[in-house]
């Protein structure tokens, strides 16, 4: 059962602006079942799905619902550089919970650079672009940590060591603990380690619930790490 008092609760097609099912992102598998199924979400999310599933695409649209800047940041964050955005974003309802807090922030990996630059030219958060990229990310993700509400994240690890990594894991734990809501899509089995998230993968057959073990990206690691040369051989 869904927590009624979670900032987002489902999304679905909106019914005054509904999406052309024959016209990207719409054909993709995964966006059709989100528009015509919708899809609910608890007080963590994590969306798995090889390159090109839709899991930015999905968070990216859910932002730019939210009233978050669809290039990071919060509510208020006023940077842009290129519009690269899809088209979902005008296509989704959010059913929010009664009551819940409707604050939120945004982080992903590709547009982390403009971000850092926004918050020095506005003079918040010090001198990101001194310290190492993971740094970077960790330190905002710690100090935005009181905005609670709504915390969506798209493919962070690609900022993050291994260490970096577990680090942010003790961060989403404490934004939880403090209330927070966490929507996460990762091509990281570290990551989709997320303590009581629900799994989801994205792919040619849609969006479908997964057990951590059971997740493509967590056999194909493991095949990996058991045996590197059975996929390097491939490489010519």
């Known amino acids: 059962m869904v927590d009624p008092v979670l900032p987002l609760r489902a999304v679905r097609m909106h019914a005054l602006s509904p999406a052309d ?3 990207w992102p719409a054909t993709l598998p995964p966006m059709e ?3 015509t199924q919708g899809l609910e979400f608890g007080r963590i999310t994590v969306l798995t799905g090889d390159n090109g599933a839709g899991k930015s695409t999905v968070v990216e649209a859910i932002a730019g619902a939210y009233g978050l800047n669809v290039e990071g940041g919060g509510t208020g964050a006023m940077h842009s550089t290129r519009a690269t955005e899809s088209p979902l974003v ?3 309802q959010l059913v929010r919970g009664a009551g819940a807090s409707k604050k939120g922030f945004f982080l992903r990996a590709e547009t982390m650079h403009s971000l ?3 918050y020095e030219e506005i003079g918040v958060g010090g001198v990101m672009h001194e310290r190492s990229h993971g740094e970077s990310f960790l330190e905002i993700v710690s100090e935005r940590s009181r905005i609670g509400g709504l915390w969506l994240l798209d493919e962070p690890e690609s900022a993050l060591s291994l260490s970096g990594c577990l ?7 404490d934004l939880v603990a403090g209330g927070a809501q966490i929507i996460l899509s ?3 089995p570290v990551l989709a380690a997320l303590p009581g ?5 994205l792919g040619p057959w849609g969006i479908r619930a997964a057990t951590y073990d059971d997740l493509d990206l967590v056999r194909t690691w ?5 045996s590197p040369q059975r996929f390097l051989r491939h490489l010519g």
């Open 33 to 35: 079942q989100l528009l």
């Open 21 to 23: 099912m024959g016209e």
């Open 222 to 226: 493991r095949s990996f790490l058991e």
């Open 90 to 92: 005008d296509h989704l």
């Open 197 to 201: 998230a629900d799994l989801y993968e």
């Open 167 to 173: 680090a942010l894991l003790g961060l989403l734990r």
């Open 116 to 118: 850092f630059t926004y």
């Open 186 to 188: 990762t091509h990281s």
